[in-house]
């Protein structure tokens, strides 16, 4: 074979190589969650419920909570595009119920009001007999993103979220439709 087709075929092999590894780099964030729903692929159990993870999404337990997050599709996006929070509420406080949201809506307007958002609530979610409450944050200057803290399975979890509001309400309807009891 002559040298300088040798040649050729290092550079054409050296720069598939490079465009494959700028478009890996790129995209990255959006083959994390595929990699981690290989190894979880039904989501995960904790706390005795099973909790399903979105297919965008990765969970890892940190102590008493899991953490949910979100991942964007490339490097350019922001990240993490949403968080979701959840911690399985201590018996004697789950059995208190409703009369539990005073105090901890009071708590919610308190803490958002200082960043001048606009906050809404108590908000109720219902789905297949299950109903939750939250209270949700709104920036003035962003209403695409929002905050909320939430009151699951009438008190049983206490979950804290951060993203696109549409996440939130993927993320309450499937929560419910998993813990049917």
């Not at 958002?112 to 209270?135: I, L």
């Amino acid at each position: 074979m002559p040298k300088w087709k040798i040649h050729r075929w290092i550079k054409a092999a050296i720069l598939v190589s490079l465009a494959a590894a700028l478009l890996l780099g790129i995209y990255y964030p959006s083959l994390v969650p595929r990699i981690w729903h290989l190894r979880y692929p039904n989501g995960v159990h904790y706390s005795g419920r099973d909790i399903l993870v979105p297919p965008e999404w990765i969970a890892d337990e940190s102590g008493l909570t899991v953490r949910l997050t979100k991942y964007p599709k490339s490097v350019f996006d922001e990240m993490p595009q949403a968080r979701i929070f959840l911690t399985p509420m201590p018996e004697q406080i789950a059995a208190v119920g409703e009369d539990f949201d005073q105090p901890w809506e009071a708590t919610f307007r308190a803490r958002h009001a200082a960043g001048g958002a606009v906050t809404q609530g108590p908000v109720k979610y219902r789905s297949e007999g299950k109903e939750s409450v939250c209270m949700e944050s709104y920036p003035k200057n962003n209403p695409a993103k929002m905050s909320a803290t939430c009151m699951l399975l009438h008190g049983e979890w206490l979950m804290e979220f951060v993203g696109n509001p549409k996440d939130l309400d993927f993320f309450l309807e499937n929560f419910h439709h998993m813990n049917r009891k």
